[in-house]
């Protein structure tokens, strides 16, 4: 099955820094990547996804780039600002029906104002 | 527009009774529904799925288990709570076939004394 491996598991950038999470996965089928970010003690939120046919797609200050070669997606998170602060979860899913989705043990980013 | 509900928000229960959680969803038909848990400070476990109503499969055996009696509802179970089963229980739901997005519930923070 898929496993999915998130680094760093802690990230601190000053406000107005950029912020980089990797994720690399296993299976070469997975066609489906998205990204959640998870407030505290609140429900994990998509905030963005990409599918294996583009390399990277962007929304505002929030990037998600694609290498299938090497098995892995990354989150780019520009000018950073304190309410960026959450917990982001990536997933990887290849299964038509998502029912093989699997998630990255998270990131804790901290933005310092 | 979908939208998920979850309950109770929070529940405290001894260790040795039963559980019971409910999900449901609005706005859609013929969902695939799925049970999460997360441990404090930890990543998402799947725990069950279901693509139909009385089709549950199970990602994880331990003494809970699922039930969708209606095809918008997601009941997660246990007849004897256990310490470890303490967490923040996620319920989630995707389009049927054809689309891979999750959309979580807003969760139920489970603390086993």
């Known amino acids: 099955g898929e496993n999915v491996e998130q680094h760093p598991s802690t990230l601190s950038v000053q406000e107005g820094d950029s912020a980089v999470i990797k994720c690399t996965y296993s299976?070469?089928?997975?066609?489906?990547f998205p990204w959640y970010k998870q407030e505290l003690g609140k429900r994990p939120q998509l905030i963005i996804d990409?599918?294996?046919?583009?390399g990277e797609k962007k929304d505002q200050r929030i990037a998600v780039t694609l290498n299938k070669t090497a098995k892995h997606f990354s989150l780019h998170i520009t000018e950073t600002q304190p309410e960026d602060s959450a917990v982001y979860f990536c997933?990887?899913?290849?299964?038509?029906?998502?029912?093989?989705?699997?998630f990255g043990a998270g990131t804790r980013l901290t933005v310092k104002p | 527009s979908q939208t998920i509900h979850q309950w109770p928000a929070t529940l405290v229960q001894p260790v040795g009774s039963p559980l019971s959680l409910e999900c449901t969803v609005e706005?859609?038909?013929?969902?695939?529904l799925y049970w999460y848990r997360q441990a404090a400070g930890r990543g998402l476990q799947l725990l069950f799925y279901?693509?139909?109503?009385?089709?549950i499969s199970s990602e994880v055996p331990q003494n809970l288990s699922a039930s969708r009696p209606q095809d918008r509802q997601f009941i997660l179970s246990s007849k004897k709570l256990l310490l470890s089963d303490s967490g923040f229980y996620l319920c989630?739901?995707?389009?049927?076939?054809?689309?891979?997005?999750?959309?979580f519930g807003p969760g139920t923070r489970l603390t086993v004394l």
């Open positions: 990409i599918r294996s046919n583009v």
């Open positions: 997933a990887a899913s290849g299964d038509r029906n998502n029912n093989d989705m699997r």
């Open positions: 299976d070469s089928a997975s066609n489906y």
């Open positions: 706005g859609t038909s013929n969902p695939n």
């Open positions: 279901s693509i139909g109503i009385d089709q």
């Open positions: 989630a739901w995707a389009p049927g076939q054809g689309s891979d997005t999750q959309y």
